[in-house]
C-alpha cells in the first residue's frame, strides 16, 4: 500500500531512517567501547590509578552518549508519531466515514423506535379520550 509521496514526505522520511541509524549505532558503538574499557585491555605508560580515572570518566561519558542517542530515539519515536498523525489523512477519513455511517444507522433505528412509540401514544391516548367521553361516570 505505498502510494507515491510528495519530495518533502519523501525526504523527511529518509532523514528519520538516517535519524534512526546514526542513533542505534551511536549507542552500539559507545557500549562495546564501555565493555572494553571494563575489561581494562588498554595499557599505557600511565600509572594504575591515573588510569583507571581516565577509564572512569570515558566510561561515564560513553555512558551519557548512550543517554544522548535513548533521548534522541524517544524524539524520533515522537516525531515519526506526529509524522502518521499528520500525514494518514486516507485511513482517518475511513474511520470518519465508518463512524458516521454507523452513527446514521444508529439514529435511523432510534427514530423508528420513537416514532413507533409515539403512534402507540397517541392509539393510546385517543383510546383513553374516547372512552373518557363515553363513559358514564363522567
Given at each position: 500500500?505505498?502510494?507515491?509521496?510528495?519530495?518533502?514526505?519523501?525526504?523527511?522520511?529518509?532523514?528519520?531512517?538516517?535519524?534512526?541509524?546514526?542513533?542505534?549505532?551511536?549507542?552500539?558503538?559507545?557500549?562495546?567501547?564501555?565493555?572494553?574499557?571494563?575489561?581494562?585491555?588498554?595499557?599505557?605508560?600511565?600509572?594504575?590509578?591515573?588510569?583507571?580515572?581516565?577509564?572512569?570518566?570515558?566510561?561515564?561519558?560513553?555512558?551519557a552518549?548512550?543517554?544522548?542517542?535513548?533521548?534522541?530515539?524517544?524524539?524520533?519515536?515522537?516525531?515519526?508519531?506526529?509524522?502518521?498523525?499528520?500525514?494518514?489523512?486516507?485511513?482517518?477519513?475511513?474511520?470518519?466515514?465508518?463512524?458516521?455511517?454507523?452513527?446514521?444507522t444508529?439514529?435511523?433505528?432510534?427514530?423508528?423506535?420513537?416514532?413507533?412509540?409515539?403512534?402507540?401514544?397517541?392509539?393510546?391516548?385517543?383510546?383513553?379520550?374516547?372512552?373518557y367521553?363515553?363513559?358514564?361516570?363522567?
Amino acid at each position: 500500500m505505498h502510494r507515491s509521496l510528495p519530495q518533502n514526505k519523501e525526504a523527511l522520511l529518509k532523514s528519520y531512517t538516517t535519524r534512526l541509524k546514526e542513533d542505534v549505532k551511536s549507542m552500539l558503538e559507545n557500549f562495546e567501547e564501555i565493555i572494553k574499557l571494563a575489561k581494562g585491555e588498554n595499557e599505557s605508560q600511565l600509572n594504575r590509578m591515573t588510569q583507571i580515572e581516565q577509564d572512569t570518566f570515558e566510561m561515564q561519558v560513553r555512558a551519557a552518549n548512550i543517554v544522548r542517542a535513548g533521548e534522541s530515539l524517544m524524539k524520533l519515536v515522537s516525531d515519526i508519531k506526529q509524522y502518521l498523525i499528520l500525514n494518514d489523512f486516507p485511513s482517518v477519513n475511513e474511520a470518519i466515514t465508518q463512524n458516521s455511517k454507523l452513527f446514521r444507522t444508529k439514529q435511523q433505528e432510534c427514530d423508528q423506535k420513537l416514532m413507533s412509540l409515539r403512534d402507540d401514544i397517541a392509539a393510546d391516548l385517543y383510546d383513553l379520550e374516547d372512552e373518557y367521553f363515553t363513559s358514564i361516570y363522567k
